[in-house]
Every structure is written in C-alpha cells, then in structure tokens.
C-alpha cells in the first residue's frame, strides 16, 4: 500500500525546507527552494486532481495547463483562479535549473507558497 500526502501536508513539508534554509544558507542557494517549489507545485496539482474527482471529471491525460484554463468554469473567485495560474506557472520554472538565471528566493517561494495554500483550501471547501 503506498501513502499519498494531502495537498496541505506537501505545503507543510515546503515551509519546512524553506524554515530550514535559514539554518544552512549554503545549502539554500539552490536545493532546498528549488525543493519547496516542486512540494508547492504537487499540492497545487493534487489539489486540481482532488477538484476534477469532486466534480466527476476526468482530466487525468489533461496538462496542468489545460487544468487551469478550465477552473474559470470550476471556481467562482476570478482572483484564487489568476493565483493559481500565477503561482503553477512560476513553481514550474523554479523547479527546472537554468544556467544563467538565479534560483528563486526563499521571499518568492514563500509567496507562491501562500497562493497555493488559498487554492489549496478554496478548493478543499467547495
């Protein structure tokens, strides 16, 4: 039997590293935010998958990307719907290296952070 973490546990563990960084900022150039984005980015996309479950949709071989075009239809608050494109599109780019950019800071991580825990709990009550 193999365990899933809920969506709020994966936000949980993110906090953590990010809480971690602080204690060994050596280490927090580029493993643990690069971390917390991909745990942030999972919550976010069990939390669409939890969503489609609820409505009896089956959007399992959509993209993220196709997901979030149709959560207009799905959620009735246009600002959580933006947040939550913003935030899938901007843990997506954190979470791949790229040679000459700089790894996002444990300021935007935690921000992208709070956008997915507002999806995360909007969607857990509809």
Known sequence: ??????????????????????????????????????????????????????????MAGASARAQLLCLDEYLSDPHVVADARFAWWALSRACHHHPYELAPTVAEIEGWLSSVEKVVSVIERS
């Open 1 to 58: 039997m193999t365990a899933t973490a809920s969506p709020p546990d994966l936000v949980a563990v993110a906090r953590l590293l990010l809480a971690r960084s602080d204690r060994a900022p050596d280490l927090a150039a580029g493993v643990w935010p690069r971390a917390a984005a991909v745990l942030a980015r999972q919550a976010l996309e069990l939390s669409l998958a939890a969503l489609w479950a609820q409505r009896g949709l089956d």
